[in-house]
């Protein structure tokens, strides 16, 4: 048989290896999307027809929810970086969300976020329990997860997903372990925990303090951030929550909410639509994340008791069936501005169940 000019023979192989460079060019980028971007809403043909006991209005909220959702969803720098930085400039949560020893002196006067006009002046009782200096790096972490406790977590699979980020907020003293672990991890860098919790789950502190230590252990070594001065009332609960950290020994850090933070925070987002309500404390450690952290995943901040793709009922939180009572904050809207910044390529919010092996 005749053999091929040497040239065309270069040529053909030539040609060959630049097929084979693409085809695993193609290959890597499906496998780094499938890891950024996990499952959203099903195709068409598997969503199941509305219930007749769809939840009041969430019609029209979930066909838009799904309609944003549905887009995919690709990181808008300019618009991550522009809100930021208006954050860290108005706000200031890199030096004032936490109350410090340096930002809090001895005999300042604290003025309550919600009874402002109320004040406290600051004892060496009540000095002793600030932490003493910031606890944020001055480098932003990568990829931070805040983590709320909505039902819509139950069944997800978004247990490795969270647990892969850099850092992992948690709110309000979440049930770990205890088979959720798939769903939603366990890794806890800062967990809040509010005033409500300590009065009705532990009786103020007011009797044996060793349960309430006790259930911090799943939180390991993670920062603990209490809210003591947004009521007077619960100031001296959330004192007696440090007090009682450091008798027993645990290794979890107390520390407590900024008002002054709190203040400016409502007053950014008020001048931007967001009117009623006190912002929940999911809502607060949100933008906290998004001064500290380039890239922020949000779970498990869906209010509604229909699932927005499967329509299944949805518990308010995945390790109780409890109702939910808005009488101090104001979720649907909380929720529509993270949707909003979801669509704006701001942070991510994840509504979807997440693929293992997808971290």
């Known amino acids: 048989m005749k053999q091929p000019p040497v040239k065309l023979s270069i040529l053909l192989m030539t040609t060959v290896l630049c097929l084979g460079s693409l085809l695993i060019t193609a290959f890597w980028v499906l496998v780094d999307n499938s890891a950024i971007l996990p499952s959203g809403p099903p195709s068409p043909k598997k969503i199941p027809p509305w219930p007749s006991n769809l939840c009041e209005g969430c019609r029209a909220l979930i066909e838009k929810v799904r309609e944003r959702y549905s887009k995919t969803w690709k990181k808008q720098e300019d618009n991550y970086r522009n809100l930021s930085s208006q954050l860290r400039s108005q706000c200031q949560g890199f030096d004032r969300a936490i109350i410090t020893q340096a930002n809090t002196p001895l005999r300042s006067n604290i003025q309550y976020a919600v009874e402002n006009k109320r004040t406290l002046r600051v004892t060496p009782e009540i000095f002793s329990t600030f932490i003493k200096e910031n606890p944020f790096p001055t480098k932003k972490w990568d990829t931070c997860a805040v983590v709320g406790n909505s039902g819509i977590l139950t069944n997800s699979s978004c247990g490795e997903m969270i647990d892969s980020a850099e850092l992992v907020i948690r709110c309000n003293l979440p049930s770990l372990g205890k088979g959720y672990e798939k769903h939603v991890g366990t890794k806890t860098d800062i967990v809040t925990a ?33 809210s003591p001065f947004s009521y007077a009332g619960n100031t001296p ?15 979890i850090q107390p520390m407590f909410f900024n008002p002054d933070y709190i203040q400016r925070l409502k ?8 009117t009623r309500g006190i912002h929940s404390t999911g809502l607060v450690m949100v933008n906290i994340a998004l001064e500290q952290c380039a890239n922020v995943h949000v779970y498990g901040f869906w209010p509604f008791i229909n699932h927005p793709f499967e329509l299944n009922a949805v518990n308010n939180h995945y390790y109780d069936d409890k109702k939910a009572t808005w009488t101090v904050h104001f979720m649907p809207d909380e929720f529509d501005l993270l949707l909003r910044l979801h669509s704006q390529g ?14």
């Open 194 to 226: 509010n005033p409500s919790i300590l009065l009705n789950e532990y009786g103020g502190l007011m009797g044996p303090r060793r349960p309430f230590v006790e259930s911090l252990h799943s939180y390991g070594k993670s920062m603990m951030v209490l």
């Open 237 to 251: 609960v959330c004192l007696m929550a440090v007090h009682s950290i450091r008798d027993f020994e645990s290794p």
């Open 267 to 274: 007053d950014f987002w008020r001048s931007r639509g967001l």
């Open 346 to 359: 701001v942070l991510r919010l994840h509504l979807g169940n997440c693929r293992p092996g997808t971290n």
